[in-house]
């Protein structure tokens, strides 16, 4: 009679790179199997064999078995926090109840949050280990498109209050991002979408290949093809690594993400950041309008910023004002949004332009007419 162990089921293999910043440098996994070994992947990573769980109430019902019972198999003691979905969530009043509910736990400097979930979780938890006793650490488990691409990596943390979006956080590295690109799964084709506008965003600011791989195969992406969802995932993740490590702190390359959000922001203040346009729609339509804007000043070729709208427009999202109906755009209404913008600096707003696909630009030498000219035009194609 053999005794041997049963051995452990084999692992598929997963993408892996490093975003280098020092010792703070940390590595991101994209792959299909990671949540269901979340435990024995993060352990190396962990002070104590102690972890809390964040998560929301549509995440958990899909992911947190999962992840309970590798953090088990691994030796890791766990407990979860389990919020309301939703942008609300990234609020004072929930941050004060997550950090109540650690210190009741008595949580260690040694003890790690895990985000699971996306950006709204992401952001929230990263910024409750920023503060949680002076700081503690926390790994990204990103279950959404767009936090798997951006949110979750790169240590912006933060809530929203009645000013604004992300008006109080911290810049908080995590210590290990997990995206397991089976969970996009379950995520609505709307979700999909607004994740995609940001792989989109990797390609226009820096990158024409990856633009030009993205008209062939972003439809199948969307649609749900595995190897082309990590190769997006693995792609956008290295892009947003390489400027995040040049500039941490956004004083300077970091700026080029914001590309299409300028506009974007504002037509999510218009819109009242809900369910009418979600980030990366307004994205989508950001960054359209910025090609638009830099074809209109001459900067870029016209034949670039069709080739953007009609990318975006081929996948199903909007890419102009046009295309999001019920809505009555007026193009002062959204300059003045802009005015308000995170990003004014001296009173001048920053956009990113570009001379083409893949040369974006940071400026604030625009003119507020060619801006109104272009918001005119798209509020009727
Ligand atoms: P989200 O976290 O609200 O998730 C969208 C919806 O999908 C939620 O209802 C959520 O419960 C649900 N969901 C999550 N994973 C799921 C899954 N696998 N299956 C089914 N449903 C699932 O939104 P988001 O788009 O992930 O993130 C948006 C937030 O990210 C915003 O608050 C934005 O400000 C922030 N953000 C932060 C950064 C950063 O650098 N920190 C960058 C971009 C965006
Ligand atoms: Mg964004």
Redesign the pocket.
Known sequence: ESSLPLPASPMTPHDSLKLELGDRSYNILIGTDLIKNAGDLISPVLKQPRVVVVT?E??AP?YLPTLQQSLSAAGISHTEIILH???QT?SLSYLEGVIDALLDQKIERGTSLIAL???????LTGFAAAIALRGIDFIQIP??L??QV??SV?G??GINTRYG??LIGSFHQPKMVLADIT??E???TR?VL??YAEVVKYGLINDVSFFDWLEINGQALCNGDRTLRQSAVLKSCRAKAAIVSEDEREEGVRALLNLGHTFGHALEAETGYGDTLL??EAVAVGATLAHELSAATRLCPMEDARRVKEHYRAVGLPASLADVTGVDWRAEALISHMGSDKKVKDGRLTFILTRGIGQAFVTSNVALKDVRTTLVAAIST
């Open positions: 929301d549509n995440v899909l979905a939703g942008e990234k979930g996306g950006g709204v979780i992401g952001d279950t959404t767009l936090s951006d949110s790169g912006k943390t979006k992300n969970s996009l379950s995520l609505p979700e607004a994740g980030h990366g």
